[in-house]
């Protein structure tokens, strides 16, 4: 079935948008995959909602990877974007057709601009349930060691529960719009590493070895995204901060291993 007669039979009253190629670093593996799916699937569903002539609200999950070499700091709405990605080139297409199809066609099309949000629903190669998940075997000596990459780069990492929180609240507005969800706090890989294993009575310097094959060809150094605006016009606040999203997440994984053990 393709799109247009899915979107006309179901008429959803709502289309989050979250599919997507969405590993950074896998991007650059398969750069045209990621545009395809990460790009030009954004196009396909607003394309076939207005074929449709289908009222659906639209929220796109666009992502702070659109800021990439940061033009400012923190990051806003207004900021230019300098994507660092395949994956961050195709969300900076992705946006604008979102954009694009609001102003062209009037459509309900929001993009939330979201910072990273990690849970223990996070995904395994992503670093901070790396890292959590690896704590979590070593305590219960499953595991000797943890490899990583780039230890000084810098994220603003939130709660992911409450960022999808903030993309309903979006698309409930009387009109769509684009905002930030960030907690504007910035912390190193190597301050996670530090908190998570802390948080397991571990010293991470006896675990943690580099390898070189999960650092990426190009590097987004600074994000810290300023959420003002999602404050102001939606009432949208990020309450979990960086210490007790740490604790959750090793928490729960170490929670995992007891109960399969
Ligand atoms: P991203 O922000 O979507 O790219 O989320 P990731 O969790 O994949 O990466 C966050 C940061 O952690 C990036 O700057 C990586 O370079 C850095 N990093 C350091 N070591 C690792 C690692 O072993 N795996 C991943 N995925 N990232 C790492």
């Not at 790009?39 to 002539?53: D, N, Y």
Request: hydrophobic share 40%; aromatic share 12%.
């Amino acid at each position: 079935m393709n799109l247009v007669k899915l979107i006309y039979e179901l008429k959803p009253d709502e289309i989050y948008h979250l599919g997507a190629q969405s590993h950074v670093r896998v991007s650059f593996d398969i750069p045209e995959y990621t545009s395809d799916v990460t790009g030009l699937g954004t196009i396909r569903i607003l394309e076939a909602l207005r074929e449709a002539g289908v009222k659906s609200r639209f929220y796109q999950a666009s992502s702070s990877e659109m800021f990439g070499k940061v033009q400012a700091v923190p990051q806003t709405e207004t900021t230019p974007f300098w994507p660092r990605s395949p994956y961050g080139c195709a969300k900076v297409f992705a946006y604008w057709a979102t954009v694009n199809y609001r102003e062209s066609y009037g459509m309900h099309a929001s993009n939330g601009i979201l910072f990273n949000h990690e849970s223990p629903r996070r995904g395994e190669t992503f670093v901070t349930r790396k890292i959590t998940r690896a704590v979590a075997a070593i305590k219960v000596g499953k595991q000797k060691e943890l490899f990583l990459g780039n230890l000084d780069a810098q994220r603003d990492w939130g709660y992911a529960p409450e960022y999808v929180e903030g993309m309903w609240m979006m698309v409930q507005q009387d009109t769509s719009d684009d905002y930030v969800l960030a907690t504007n706090e910035t912390h190193t890989v190597r301050e996670f590493v530090e908190a998570a294993f802390g948080h397991a009575d571990l010293d991470w310097k006896e675990f943690v070895k580099f390898d070189a094959r999960y650092e990426r060809p190009a590097e987004v150094d600074l994000l810290v995204g300023d959420p003002a605006k999602a404050k102001k016009q939606i009432g949208w606040e990020p309450k979990t901060k960086f210490r007790d999203l740490v604790r959750i997440m090793v928490d729960a994984d170490l929670a995992e291993l007891k109960s399969k053990s």
